[in-house]
């Protein structure tokens, strides 16, 4: 069974950082792409980046390119989401999945598998 359990959400000032952590099991890891969403009350789920485990190649979405870092741990199974200079329209609940797909171009909208979910309050 697939399971991936997100943490390090909280409530932060605006320009204030915090890093999201997914860790992963019954999952072939390493093969992989993982991916962050977000979704925030009366909006679109919205894709926020995603990471190949098998060749490290990377997405995000234009906003927030430049202010988040996805990376990706395999000896730990878990992919962390380092977010800088955090606005308030970064409010929102964070998960992290499974793409049914993942191009350079960004992964699927659909999720095969995801996580409950950590919400991220930015206030101003």
């Known amino acids: 069974e697939v399971q991936l359990v997100e943490s390090g959400g909280g409530l932060v000032q605006a320009g204030g950082s915090l890093r999201l952590s997914c860790v992963v099991s019954?999952?072939?890891?390493?093969?992989?792409?993982i991916g962050w969403f977000r979704q925030a009350p009366g909006k679109e789920r919205e894709g926020v980046s995603c990471?190949?485990?098998?060749?490290?190649?990377?997405w995000y979405t234009d906003s927030v390119k430049g202010r988040f870092t996805i990376s990706s741990d395999k000896s730990k199974n878990t992919v962390y989401l380092q977010m800088n200079s955090l606005k308030p329209e970064d409010t929102a609940v964070y998960h992290c999945?499974?793409?049914?797909?993942?191009?350079?171009?960004?992964?699927?909208?659909?999720?095969?598998?995801w996580g409950q979910g950590v919400q991220v309050t930015v206030s101003s």
């Open positions: 999945g499974i793409p049914t797909w993942f191009m350079v171009t960004g992964p699927s909208r659909e999720y095969d598998s």
């Open positions: 019954g999952f072939r890891f390493a093969q992989g792409a």
């Open positions: 990471i190949s485990n098998s060749d490290g190649s990377t």
